[in-house]
């Protein structure tokens, strides 16, 4: 199947391109001897912001309707100075104009009040913030056309159980006919942030057939397939044990039987 991209409005061609990983940096290290679980993290890819090497941004819910937004560049010593910031104010009720405050932190920097939020939507969608109370819309770097029938999912990343972790709204998207614009939406509680760097993902994306599943019960004769398939595998999985230097055991059988169905 073929998935075609085209790239943030704001700032095309910037961020690292969707990329697959089944690994997770703060699992334990015997996670890696889980096929299911780094399938798990594999499924789809994830999705970066559309920031380069040297860039970095950070946003906060302060709570009652106010986000802080800054955005930093790397200094040649390899830390992050702010360039600017903006403190958003929703209006009472959530109707009305959105009070956007702008702070010019460096005084290295040429950019005015309209190029410092024109930059922000590149990352965020003011008018998306506070829907839910505490939800901030963060853009990524890349968007997606799918086949005909194909839809998007847009998910937090899999298997990142590192706390505190904050909630996000999955939602689908009919990507073939509707020219979406990435954005993953998180819910954070006051005085909660996020921020992200060039090689930091802020979501992840599968794809899923638009089509409808029917489900029916197993016959006797498939009840019994799966039943001897199930006491095979475990002989097999017994007798494939494998011990480490750490004295973990662990079995490769499950990974060798889906490398061998695919081949």
Known sequence: MEVRLFYNSVRPGVGMKPHREGLRPLLPQHARHCPVLEAGSALGFLVYPPLTEKESFHIEFQGEGRYQFIYSLK???????????????????????????????????????????????????????????????????????????WDTVYTPIFNMIDRPVAPMLVVRVETDWYAHETEFRYVLQPGEGISTAHNMPIG????????????????????????????????EKEAQKIMTPHGLSYSPHYLRQSRSQRS
């Open 75 to 149: 200094k040649p010593t390899g830390d992050f100075e702010p360039i600017f910031s903006v403190t958003i104010v929703l209006p009472v009720g959530t109707i009305g104009m959105i009070k956007e405050d702008v702070s010019i932190l460096s005084r290295k920097t040429a950019m005015n009040r309209n190029d410092a939020l024109r930059l922000m939507r590149a990352f965020i969608v003011p008018e998306d913030l506070a829907t839910p109370p505490g939800a901030i819309a963060m853009r990524g770097a890349t968007n997606f056309r799918t086949p005909q029938g």
């Open 204 to 235: 992840q994306v599968f794809f899923v057939p638009r089509e409808e599943i029917t489900m029916r019960d197993c016959t006797n004769e498939e009840l019994e397939e799966i039943r001897r398939s199930k006491e095979e595998f475990v002989r």
